[in-house]
């Protein structure tokens, strides 16, 4: 169930607005040529349909330093309040439609991750935030230049995924139109001003916006791209003359059914940088999703592995551990996290490992009484906690996890007495409301919970708790709480991820594919401080180019086999035969995320999680040197190489 979250009803005591700043974002409309005084050939862009952006500013305060950036968030307001004319014919409904239409534009997020929609609110969305955010920049710009050939050495601007790439074409036509500088002028500091940051190789997720809908929202844009992509298209065909299925792949314009803009295409096309968010990932960009591109422009492409900054995910929300390390080491890493370093040498002194485990045990306790305030459920809090926590997709493999969790429950029922390490799986997570196999996830996971968390005979060995509601404030309560962190999507498909950075610098350690981060921290901790499991990325392709038949592996493993028939039989959903079906039809139709191909394997590690787990002391010395080597996933360092490599400011040093 969703519930809408009203974050302004009550106000916004850190905002302040600045309607004297407010600017005006054009929609619709037709284009008309002209000629100038100089009998130059001109382009106005007429009879539109206007919204106002009012901005609100945010203070944003340095960790102690004298500087206070600004956070600049946009609203719709109505350019007509309303329209009089059916006001007074007594259409009051009609009168009010263009207020209440305009406004709808800055209400809602949409809540799908990793995947675009190509909806018309979307694309009005996209194009009033950037050209307000343009106009913005261009205004304090005039402030203090007049000579637009030194904008790229004044403004960077970082494109943020597709989403904000209109603001490529926006710069160009206030520059042309408006400011009557020359194509060649513009492109060349439209190029250098903008850097493109990708997230996600997913091929749901790559914007391409219908032509005649792009057309009738944006003419002006429209011709804009047209022409970019003409002097494009003409550059690569002289690089690769007659080669034509290459500029049908590198064009902006997708030929079909209606012809579509390929946002991705812009945003390479008209920036100097482009970057992936981890090692793999960028070696992903120029290798498969963008190789045309990297052949074109090799100097552009770069890699800014993403981080996390430990102001938020340990000094504030793991207090405990804090204040231990700043005891041990001093307090140097709040600002140089590198300086947990120097924690790799009390590894073996038994009186900093006894405060260690000491600290996770306090931190699991709050986690238990959160747990038991919102759930009523009693936690072992001895057993490991282990736990994924991210946004419901399918290839971030919840359902991975769940067919674990299943196979646990079926242990400890066929074998009561067996010895078994006891553990709490803990699971939280949104789903976007329209994606349904997602949906059915977190309702398997739930399912699971039920019959476990209810079986008397289970004990204190397995729980299963899903917390509702996964946000911040949530996620800062369970990093800091965590023994072991699952990161198990299928190799190739996250492009990084920043919740496995949280857990490791919070003392987790981690159980993973060789994908995205997973494979750099395993590089910085070393492989016996980190559980890799499962197919490699070229492996996979290998499979794949001979056919992928998951039934092979049904076949082979005696666990999935009965975990599946379990299934079949509803023994997970009783009053609601075959709810689960559509599960299992994907594992046995073509398994796009080689679930059955990395379930054994899976279980494999997940028992020599179990052995290190009962060795406390081996455990905590891994989960010493998980933090000590988590310098490198502050985003003090990425924003640093972001800053040195493509924006070219200096860092300050108050
Ligand atoms: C860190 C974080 C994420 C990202 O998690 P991944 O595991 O990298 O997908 C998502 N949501 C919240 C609330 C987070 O704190």
Known sequence: MEYPDAWLSKGNPWEFPRIERTVRVCFGGRTLMFNDELGNLRVKWVD???????????????????????????????SADFD????????????VYSKVFSENISKILYPRDN??????LRLRQEYFFTAASIADIIRRFKEENSDFTTFADKVAIQLNDTHPALAIVELMRILIDEENLDWDTVWDITVRT?????HTVMSEALECW??????????????????????????????????????????????????KVRMANLA??????????????SRLLKEQLFKDFYEFFPERFNNKTNGITQRRWLQKSNTNLSELITGAIGNKWVTDLYELEKLTALKDDSDFCKSWQEVKKANKKQLIEYIYKNTNICINPDSMFDVQVKRFHEYKRQFLFGLYIASQYLRVKNNPNARFIPRTFIVAGKAAPGYFMAKLVIKFINSIADVVNSDKAIGDKLKVIFLENYRVSLAERIFSASDLSEQISTAGTEASGTGCMKFMMNGALTIGTYDGANIEIAEAVGKDNIIIFGLRLEEIEKILASGYNPQDYI?????????????????????????????????????????????????????????????????????????????RFSSDRTIKEYAKDIWNVPCVHP
Not at 84 to 95: I, K, S, V
Not at 194 to 198: A, L, Q, S, V
Not at 218 to 224: K, S, V
């Open 48 to 78: 539109t349909e206007d919204v106002l952006a009012v901005p609100y500013h945010t203070p944003v305060v340095g960790y102690k330093t004298d500087i206070v950036n600004t956070l600049q968030l946009w609203s719709a307001r109505s």
């Open 84 to 95: 009089l004319n059916y006001f007074n014919e007594g259409d009051y409904e009609h009168a």
């Open 115 to 120: 995947s675009s929609q190509g909806k018309e």
């Open 194 to 198: 903008f850097g493109y940051t990708n």
């Open 210 to 259: 219908s032509v005649p809908m792009f057309e009738r929202l944006l003419p002006r844009h429209m011709q804009l791209v047209y022409e970019i992509n003409m002097r494009f298209l003409k550059d690569v065909a002289k690089r690769y003359p007659e080669d034509v299925d290459r500029l049908r792949r590198m064009s902006i314009i997708d030929e079909g059914y209606p012809n």
């Open 268 to 281: 390479i096309i008209g920036t100097h940088s482009i970057n992936g968010v981890s090692e793999l990932h």
């Open 555 to 631: 076949k082979r493993s005696m666990v999935l086999k009965e975990i599946i028939g379990l299934i079949q039989n509803n023994f997970f959903s009783p009053d609601q035969p075959n709810l689960f079906a559509p599960l299992l039809d994907s594992l046995f139709c073509g398994d796009r995320y080689f679930v059955c191909a990395d379930f054994d394997d899976y279980c494999a590690k997940q028992e020599e999680a179990s052995r290190l787990y009962a060795d406390k002391n081996e455990w905590t010395k891994k989960s010493i040197i998980n933090v000590a080597k988590s310098g």
